[in-house]
């Protein structure tokens, strides 16, 4: 997919700065996507020692998942639960940080996706995240 085609669908995003987690599309497909959060809504001094919090990679992962029902169905969706979530890594973690979601359950009108965040390409972060459209 065209990066001006990926940014449509980033902008589709209900969330907007600052709530708005996703800065890039690396790629996406019907059952997938893996996205990147660099944090650029924080300003340049603040993005080396920020620390992401839960809440933040819980968003990310939400709003990604959401990119692939926006692409496959048009649609935008409310998210239902978490589970399964498991933080891998203990340490601060810090941006730039990568999300690879896999759409794992497809019951209209309920999806489930299964992500994992990543940091210099170690996980950090894994669950599931049900989506729900109305």
Known sequence: MKDSQCQLLIDGLSQQAPFRYVDRIISISDESVEAELT??????RFVATAVVDTYVMLEFAAQASGLILSKKKNQR??????NNIERVLFNEIHFPISI????????????????GIYVNNTLVFKGEVSIFLS
């Open 100 to 115: 690879r979601s896999s759409l794992i359950s497809a019951r209209a009108p309920f999806y489930i996706f299964r992500f």
């Open 39 to 44: 944090a650029s809504i924080l300003p340049d």
């Open 77 to 82: 969706g409310l998210v239902s639960s978490f």
